[in-house]
Nanobody, 117 residues
Framework: QVQLEESGGGLVRTGDSLRLSCTGA????????MGWYRQAPGKQRELVAD???????ELADSVKGRFNISRDNSKNTLYLHMNSLEPEDTGVYYC???????????WGQGTQVTVSS
């Protein structure tokens, strides 16, 4: 089974950029559609972007035009490229393998992103 570890978060200002990384230790990382989830303070976790094994992407309306998702299957790594960050992007970011309303892998620790105004 794949174990997930997220990194790259931090405290930034409005308009800044960040790149988050998610490494998947274990087998079959490149088998899964992978996604980035965000949990804002006091809110439920939501899927903001996902990418199929072959690179087909879906982005939530709230991040279209600002975020991009990519993966390097040779490195078992998933990325979230975040530009023009807004305070509303603040939250803990997690990666996982979405399957409808559920996920297929154990959650990692996540990485905190805080955007100050």
């Amino acid at each position: 089974q794949v174990q997930l570890e997220e990194s790259g978060g931090g405290l930034v200002r409005t308009g800044d950029s960040l790149r988050l990384s998610c490494t998947g230790a274990g087998s079959y990382f490149d088998y899964y559609t992978m996604g980035w989830y965000r949990q804002a303070p006091g809110k439920q976790r939501e899927l903001v972007a996902d990418i199929s094994p072959r690179g087909a992407m879906e982005l939530a309306d709230s991040v279209k035009g600002r975020f991009n998702i990519s993966r390097d299957n040779s490195k078992n790594t998933l990325y979230l490229h975040m530009n023009s960050l807004e305070p509303e992007d603040t939250g803990v970011y997690y990666c996982n393998a979405p399957a409808g309303r559920v996920v297929l892998l154990p959650w990692g620790q996540g990485t905190q992103v805080t955007v100050s105004s």
